[in-house]
């Protein structure tokens, strides 16, 4: 490419007592790994965040059992491990490039078993780099499958006003935050997450807690309602006539009556789908650049590897391998 020829005769040219002119090309697979490994740096922060935030009690207005929303935490952990290890490796390789394209190689041979180990390496890392992109890129494609097609499978449905009166007075007794003791004998709460299990609330009696109509207020926070409905859950007597304010039996309803039937989804969703989105085009644009510099770029003899020696796992991986 022009511009990649331009910018190696200005790094000559200005470099030229320097040790850049005698190994010219490797400080492009330097800057470019530098680059790499400093947008890795950026994502993760985002990923983090998102992370954290779907973890809040701010935004848990989806419905989703507890098994699908912990397979979506787990994505979150084997997407950070990636970032992790890619940005070390990205990192350590590109010091590896930035050192040796500082010397010439008989500077090496003088420094005996460090010039082996460098070279090795220099050679082999870059093919263990391929391997991992290519893992990523596959579990991107699966995700971005997943997202759009099984949205479920990443806690698209939404809890209606309705709905989020139960999550949020199960959320109230999680917290211990409710108008009296519900002690662990009567609710038993162990994650935030059994709230926006459809299941569990219906099964723990807090569907019973929801609005009757859109105006009025249903909370545990209210007292006389938090020990009617302690009572409730003990003897399974209490009468709901009292408290007008919340629907009390809710037998007949369906969980429809309790989800969002517009076509918003909930923000655990639509956090995740930033996130993949945002994967999906960093990769694209990185992995371009590679190819980019790849093809424009002479291979350094000192790396290249013999062809008729190399296994399925070494041609598998050739397309990402920096040296073939």
């Known amino acids: 490419m022009l511009y990649l020829e331009k910018l190696n005769s200005f790094i ?3 470099y030229a007592l320097s040790n850049w002119k005698k190994k010219k090309f490797l400080w492009r697979y330097s800057l470019y790994f530098s680059f790499f490994y400093i947008l890795l740096l950026c994502g993760m922060s985002y990923t983090l965040i998102v992370r954290l935030l779907i973890s809040s009690e701010s935004f848990s207005n989806h419905s989703c059992s507890i098994s699908t929303i912990l397979l979506v935490k787990r994505m979150y952990m084997v997407l950070l491990t990636f970032i992790i290890l890619m940005g070390f490796l990205n990192f350590f390789f590109s010091r590896l490039t930035y050192l ?5 190689n008989s500077e090496f041979f003088n420094l005996g078993i460090y010039y082996k180990v460098v070279g090795f390496l220099i050679k082999y890392i870059s093919w263990i780099l391929s391997l991992i992109y290519i893992s990523w890129i596959s579990f991107l494609i699966i995700n971005i499958i997943t997202v759009f097609f099984n949205p479920q499978l990443w806690c698209s449905l939404k809890y209606n006003t309705y709905g989020m009166d139960a999550v949020n007075n199960c959320l109230l007794a999680k917290n211990k935050d409710t108008g009296c003791e519900i002690t662990k004998d009567v609710i038993n709460l162990k994650t935030k997450d059994s709230c926006n299990d459809f299941i569990f609330l219906k099964a723990r ?3 019973f807690l929801v609005r009757s109509s859109p105006n009025v207020v249903c909370s545990l926070k209210d007292k006389k309602l938090c020990d ?3 009572d409730f859950i003990k003897n399974k007597q209490t009468s709901w006539t009292s408290f007008p304010n919340c629907v009390g039996n809710v037998d007949d309803f369906t969980e429809q009556h309790f989800l969002d039937t517009s076509d918003m989804k909930s923000d655990v969703y639509l956090f ?7 994967w999906f085009v960093t990769t694209v644009i990185l992995f371009t ?3 980019v510099i790849k093809v424009n770029t002479p291979i350094d003899s000192s790396f290249i590897l013999n ?3 190399l296994n399925f796992f070494f041609k598998f991986t050739r397309i990402l391998d920096v040296w073939r």
């Open 272 to 278: 995740s789908v930033s996130v993949v989105f945002f």
């Open 12 to 14: 000559e040219n200005k």
């Open 228 to 230: 009617s409905f302690v």
């Open 100 to 104: 040796y394209s500082n010397f010439t």
């Open 205 to 207: 009696s807090f569907l």
């Open 307 to 309: 062809e008729e020696r």
């Open 289 to 291: 650049l590679f190819v």
